[in-house]
Nanobody
Framework: QVQLVESGGGLVQPGGSLRLSCAASGFTFSSYAMRWYRQAPGKQRDLVASITSSGLTNYEDSVKGRFTISRDNAKNTVYLQMNSLQPEDTAVYYC?????????WGQGTQVTVSS
């Protein structure tokens, strides 16, 4: 079955960096686009970044120039490198894949940006 497991979250000071990982299994990882979403308390879950199977990337405006999505098909893993973190980046971060019309989510990893 499809499984997505996020890791790498934590508490970081403003201006700091974190790298999130999402380990995927149960499907042909290299064939699918992968996405990172985030959900802040009391807010909807929003798309942060996406990467196609061929490596093309797209970013939400507020993270452009600060976040980088990448993938390692040999490791079935998608990453989100987050630099220059700000308090407004505080959220639970989820990875996501759409397979034959069904959306799969990981359990999420908490990112807290605070001094």
């Amino acid at each position: 079955q499809v499984q997505l497991v996020e890791s790498g979250g934590g508490l970081v000071q403003p201006g700091g960096s974190l790298r999130l990982s999402c380990a995927a299994s149960g499907f042909t990882f290299s064939s699918y686009a992968m996405r990172w979403y985030r959900q802040a308390p009391g807010k909807q879950r929003d798309l942060v970044a996406s990467i196609t199977s061929s490596g093309l990337t797209n970013y939400e405006d507020s993270v452009k120039g600060r976040f980088t999505i990448s993938r390692d098909n040999a490791k079935n893993t998608v990453y989100l490198q987050m630099n220059s973190l700000q308090p407004e980046d505080t959220a639970v971060y989820y990875c996501n894949v759409l397979i034959f019309g069904r959306i799969y989510w990981g359990q999420g990893t908490q990112v807290t940006v605070s001094s």
